[in-house]
């Protein structure tokens, strides 16, 4: 789903978020029923293109862990309706990109279990939602962070890799990179919420919203 440069997203009156984000917001880009709608439809897809392969759930920490946990649950329940038990095991990343609004140059890579276990399997990411940003004619992505974790994954020779997104960014950086599903695609805005954080609030926000100018001075570190 693409969402365009003009779009003036939803008036924040039209829905409840926490109060002590009031005044730190500009609007609603995405709510959460379309959210949740869109993952359900990614886990499909996902699901009719695995196959009979185990999964290794890897998820990006700490943005990713809602939409891998929704999406994880998808999975799960479109396995206990079919026929075909789909069997998944979930990891832990983190890779730390961002200070305040601004990517940094230099990714770490933290945390994970014995990664050897990826290989033979079928190694599928859940991605931080703010790792692709995408160009708006050529379709093509930066993904210069993900790009670090799976030349590490490589290493171990999985079966298949897939990486899985619900927002790609528009953005005049491109080098080629796209996630193989995405929800939204979306312009070149800083967003908050569904776990997607500003130096760790709006976490606990569940629309995704575009943050404003004071909202961004009030929580600047």
Request: one cysteine or more; a neutral charge; aromatic letters at 12%.
């Given at each position: 789903i693409q969402i365009s440069d003009n779009w003036p997203g939803y008036s924040l009156d039209l829905f409840t978020y926490p109060q002590h984000y009031y005044g730190d917001l500009e609007y609603v880009l995405i709510p959460h029923g379309i959210i949740v709608d869109r993952t359900e439809r990614l886990a499909k897809d996902i699901v009719q293109d695995i196959g009979d392969n185990d999964i290794v759930v890897l998820c990006v920490l700490k943005g990713g862990y809602k939409f891998c946990a929704d999406l994880v649950e998808h999975i799960k329940n479109l396995s206990r309706n079919s026929e075909r038990f789909i069997s998944m095991k979930v990891d832990f990343v983190r890779l730390k990109?961002?200070?305040?609004?601004?990517?940094?140059?230099?990714?770490?890579?933290?945390?994970?279990?014995?990664?050897?276990?990826?290989?033979?399997?079928?190694?599928?990411?859940?991605?931080?939602?703010?790792?692709?940003?995408?160009?708006?004619?050529?379709?093509?992505?930066?993904?210069?962070?993900?790009?670090?974790?799976?030349?590490?994954?490589?290493?171990?020779?999985?079966?298949?890799?897939?990486?899985?997104?619900?927002?790609?960014?528009r953005t005049s950086r491109p080098d080629g990179y796209r996630p193989d599903y995405y929800g939204f695609e979306i312009p070149d805005l800083f967003v908050v919420g569904y776990a997607l954080d500003y130096n760790e609030h709006f976490r606990d926000l569940n629309h995704i919203c575009v943050i404003n100018d004071h909202g961004k001075a009030k929580y600047r570190v």
């Amino acid at each position: 789903i693409q969402i365009s440069d003009n779009w003036p997203g939803y008036s924040l009156d039209l829905f409840t978020y926490p109060q002590h984000y009031y005044g730190d917001l500009e609007y609603v880009l995405i709510p959460h029923g379309i959210i949740v709608d869109r993952t359900e439809r990614l886990a499909k897809d996902i699901v009719q293109d695995i196959g009979d392969n185990d999964i290794v759930v890897l998820c990006v920490l700490k943005g990713g862990y809602k939409f891998c946990a929704d999406l994880v649950e998808h999975i799960k329940n479109l396995s206990r309706n079919s026929e075909r038990f789909i069997s998944m095991k979930v990891d832990f990343v983190r890779l730390k990109s961002y200070h305040n609004d601004q990517s940094m140059q230099d990714m770490q890579i933290m945390g994970g279990d014995d990664l050897s276990k990826l290989t033979g399997k079928v190694s599928f990411l859940c991605v931080l939602l703010t790792l692709f940003f995408m160009f708006c004619k050529d379709i093509v992505g930066t993904g210069r962070t993900m790009k670090v974790l799976l030349n590490t994954i490589e290493k171990y020779k999985p079966k298949m890799i897939k990486v899985a997104s619900l927002l790609v960014k528009r953005t005049s950086r491109p080098d080629g990179y796209r996630p193989d599903y995405y929800g939204f695609e979306i312009p070149d805005l800083f967003v908050v919420g569904y776990a997607l954080d500003y130096n760790e609030h709006f976490r606990d926000l569940n629309h995704i919203c575009v943050i404003n100018d004071h909202g961004k001075a009030k929580y600047r570190v």
